[in-house]
């Protein structure tokens, strides 16, 4: 069922009856006045009051900290809905302004954007707000987000609170037997040691909940050492750090995939992560307290049955389930057929004919990689794909917040989390035109040979594709061109009928004979994997994974999933940094009688 979207609309001064607004206003006096008088409302519960702070049509957007959820509440009447069922319990405190700047991203807008620290009754929160300038000459507030950060009296041991004991000659053999759990079992299971697995071990460690990961590979790494050779991220180093240990300033600015395999080796090495490789989930049952027996396999086939009240899937969007649409005459076609995750190198089809089925990230570079080996290769197009560049949308997609001289990564995770994912989307509409006229020569030169283009969902660029199917794009670091050109030949006038004994036959009767069809064609659901190790029961009351909900929240993941104490950590390197706290934070209150999942405000 399709999303109903709310209308999200951009506080232009247009709108806001406002004809300019001086640059130089003193953002950290007015930002402090506000947030000082807000605080005074707050504390006396006024919500009349609290309200008299903003539009009518703002935007409260909360991470944990009041409601035990991601929840985003638009307008006067839900935010007064929220503050009604939650301002009191939630005894917020100690509101103090930690910065305030003035932003104008385009000419008709402008705001001061207000950081900000406050405590709750049990946690230790941040929060951000924007002012908006009124009619009047005054500034009223238009989004507020709230996050929980900390739990007071159980902080991350970082920093002051790291073990300053000195350890002679028994480290090795603490640490081996703690990865063993010869003594006790694990609080936590972990299913799958790839960035995600690592990030929320990394933060439960800090927070003193043993976890265990078991990792079917034989290395660390190894599900990015083992794609095909080609791979690289399209996304920018700063945007990729991970939690704690940020990558050398050395580092290039798009990893090479067997780059970051060596990286996830060595931070989970570096963070002392408990982690059995060569080893599989065979079997988790959910006892009548909720917690969990699971059986695990190691590689000479013994096993071990581990006790553990959480257990959290770190297996992808897709579940590593590549996804092979099936059409009639399979077993007639004499080629080679395979997912593009069984893909090495086009070192192995030398001197072959290659069908490349899809037209996203995946593709794209396999085919560049098959152009480059002398390879005669045709992509075929299913759908519409968005197309930018690297060169000239990252700067504009991420360059204020994860870029050179910016933000931090955690700061920036917060500045853009603040701003409502349909907020945000409206300011990408106008980043995507942007972008594309930037990218004007290109554009025309693949809508020339037929290539299918879109913008992103209504005009939202790549980021919105990512929100809601994890993918249908590709992030041009060159293969477009050769597209043009026709390196990379194009095939999208007709659906697959069939397989034939040589290839494909479509509908309009046309066939396609090639040695190898490689499916590029992305990833099923986790559910199948969740079904054959938890079972139908289990897989039957997950709710709906990934997608944005009503309020523009992505579903499900990092929060409750619909099973008790069953959890996803998935995402990007950037949203697995950002969400692997909130994972950890809600296990840990769970464990310390801090928050009961029946208190979510859902």
Known sequence: MATTEPAAILPTLDRLGVKSVPSDVDAPKVAALWLDSLAQQVSSNNIDGILSHFTDDAWWRDMLALTWEFRTFHGATNIRKLLADRLAPAKLSSFKLTSAKFESPYP???????????????????????????????????????????LKGFEEKIGPRRNFLPNHGKWKDEREREKQFLDKDPTVLIVGGGQSGLDVAARLKLLDIPALIIEKNARIGDQWRFRYQALCLHDPVWYDHMPHMPFPPSWPVYTPAHKLAGWLEYYAEAMELNIWTSSTVTKAEQD??????????????????????????????????????????????????????FHNSAKDHIGK??????????????????????????????????????????????????????????????????????????????????????????????????????????????????????????????????????????????????????????????????????????????????????????????????????????????????????????????????????????????????????????
């Open 108 to 150: 008709d807008l402008a705001w001061i954007l207000g950081q900000f620290t406050f405590d709750s009754d049990i946690g230790l929160c941040s929060g951000i707000f924007r002012l908006i300038p009124t009619a009047d000459g005054k500034w009223t507030g238009f989004t507020f987000y709230t996050n929980l950060e900390d």
């Open 288 to 341: 009548a307290n909720n917690e969990w027996n699971v059986t695990v396999e190691k590689a000479d086939g013994s096993t071990r049955v581990f006790h553990v009240k959480h257990l959290v899937f770190a297996i992808g969007l897709g579940g590593n389930n590549p996804n092979i649409p099936e059409f009639p005459g399979r077993e007639e076609y004499q080629g080679q057929v395979l997912h593009s995750i």
């Open 353 to 602: 004919k290659v069908l490349v089925v899809g037209a996203c990230t995946s593709a794209h570079d396999i085919c560049a990689d098959y152009v480059e080996h002398g390879v005669d290769v045709t992509m075929y197009q299913r759908d519409t794909t968005y197309i930018m560049s690297t060169k000239e949308g990252m700067p504009r997609v991420f360059g204020h917040l994860w870029w050179e001289g910016a933000y931090g990564p955690d700061e920036a995770d917060r500045v853009d989390a603040s701003l409502p994912i349909w907020l945000n989307e409206q300011l990408h509409k106008r980043i995507t035109v942007e972008i594309a006229e930037a990218d004007k020569a290109t554009l025309d030169g693949l809508k020339k040979v037929g290539f299918k283009l879109n913008y992103g969902h209504e005009g939202g660029g790549f980021l919105s594709l990512t929100r809601r199917r994890g993918g249908g794009y590709y992030l041009d670091v060159g293969a477009s061109q050769l597209v043009i050109d026709g390196k990379i030949k194009l095939k999208n006038d007709s659906r697959i009928k069939r397989y034939t004994k040589t290839g494909f036959e479509f509908e309009d009767g046309s066939t396609f004979d090639a040695d190898v069809i490689l499916f590029a064609t992305g990833f099923a659901s986790p559910i199948t994997t969740i079904d054959r190790i938890c079972g139908a029961d289990v897989a039957s009351r997950i709710k709906p994974i990934w997608g944005l909900s009503e309020e523009g929240e992505l579903r499900t993941a990092w929060r409750d999933s619909g099973v008790p104490n069953f959890w996803f950590m998935m995402g990007n390197l950037a949203w697995c940094r950002f969400h692997s706290k909130h994972l950890a934070l809600q296990i840990k209150a769970q464990e310390e009688g801090l928050f009961r999942p029946e208190a979510r405000y859902v």
